[in-house]
């Protein structure tokens, strides 16, 4: 474990961060070269990346995903955020396209001075997501880390608030939650994640657009956050623009579980009604389009 940079007042606290950019389509080396020159002299125990930073997001094939798909933790991606995370003494979140025999996930890692920490694969997976990447099976872990408990999700696995209440029960102090935006939701919403489950929260968001092979245009919606466990924004990035921030928080005001002197968050759930959470889908279902890559027919956006 990391020690903490600093302790005021007796209090052990940790300065975290976001890392907003905008990477160009499959240029995968000049994208982790302009991160690694975004982050300058940043001092920071734990910063975040956005989801699938250094490959781009809007894949036309399943071939173009596995060109630009790695190992974890041998292929380029991990070997130059450990390098990084040894240089500064920190933890560094990030998205990337990770391989695994046959298999292609929309991947998280963790890594810090020491190697890698952790590896998290996408849950929930988004939009044409579903026809390059296989469903995440590492489920919602958390690892003790730069003086916190933390844990992963990517982008539209806030969607489902199942995903934030897992990794908080397990203990978590802080969410870092890689993300690729295309609709407004997530920054408003995530605030009540923070909320309901009184954890930090850091979204690192993209900026720019996409349009490629014939696709509509994606245009990200940046706006990273870092969200308090009160709900307070304590700093959020603007809709255009690349930014590294970074704040003070002290770890410990996440477990802090108490809503006032007769409540207690996790204490007071009921849990014997709430079975259905883990049943089957109720009502007709919903089959998913059984598109192939290269004839994906157009479908509704709802949330990312």
Not at 52 to 68: H, M, P
Not at 220 to 229: A, E, F, K, L, R
């Given at each position: 474990m990391l020690l903490f940079r600093r302790a005021w007042g007796g209090l052990s606290i940790m300065d975290v961060g976001f890392v907003q950019n905008s990477p160009i389509f499959g240029r995968v080396k000049a994208n982790l070269d302009h991160v690694t020159d975004l982050l300058g002299a940043t001092d920071a125990d734990l910063l975040v990346l956005p989801e699938?930073?250094?490959?781009?997001?809007?894949?036309?094939?399943?071939?173009?995903?596995?060109?630009?798909a790695e190992l974890v933790p041998d292929g380029p991606t991990t070997k130059r955020l450990l390098a990084v995370a040894h240089q500064r003494r920190c933890v560094i979140v990030a998205g990337l396209a990770e391989r695994k025999g046959r298999a292609l996930y929309n991947s998280a890692i963790v890594v810090g001075p020491k190697g890698l920490i952790g590896l998290y694969r996408k849950t929930h997976l988004f939009y044409e997501e579903t026809l390059w990447f296989t469903p995440g099976n590492t489920g919602f872990r958390t690892w003790n880390t730069a003086g916190a408990t933390v844990g992963v999700m990517v982008c539209f696995d806030w969607f489902f608030p199942e995903s934030m209440r897992c990794m908080a029960l397990s203990g978590a102090d802080l969410i870092c939650h890689p993300a690729n935006l295309v609709l407004p939701h997530a920054p408003n919403a995530m605030i009540t994640r923070c909320l309901e489950n009184?954890?930090?929260?850091?979204?690192?968001?993209?900026?720019?657009?996409?349009?490629?092979?014939?696709?509509?245009?994606?245009?990200?919606?940046?706006?990273?956050?870092?969200?308090?466990?009160?709900?307070?924004?304590?700093?959020?990035?603007?809709?255009?623009?690349?930014?590294?921030?970074?704040?003070?928080?002290?770890?410990?005001?996440?477990?802090?579980?108490?809503?006032?002197?007769?409540?207690?968050l996790f204490s007071d759930r009921r849990v014997e009604w709430y079975e259905t959470l883990t049943l089957p889908t109720a009502g007709p279902a919903q089959p998913r389009p059984n598109a192939r890559p290269g004839k994906a027919r157009a479908v509704r956006r709802t949330a990312g």
């Open positions: 699938l930073f250094a490959t781009g997001y809007q894949f036309a094939s399943r071939r173009e995903v596995e060109r630009l009184r954890v930090f929260a850091i979204t690192a968001d993209r900026v720019g657009a996409e349009e490629r092979a014939g696709k509509e245009r994606l245009t990200y919606i940046g706006t990273s956050q870092i969200v308090s466990p009160q709900g307070e924004v304590l700093a959020r990035a603007a809709t255009e623009g690349e930014e590294v921030r970074v704040v003070t928080i002290d770890p410990k005001e996440a477990r802090r579980k108490t809503v006032n002197r007769y409540n207690h």
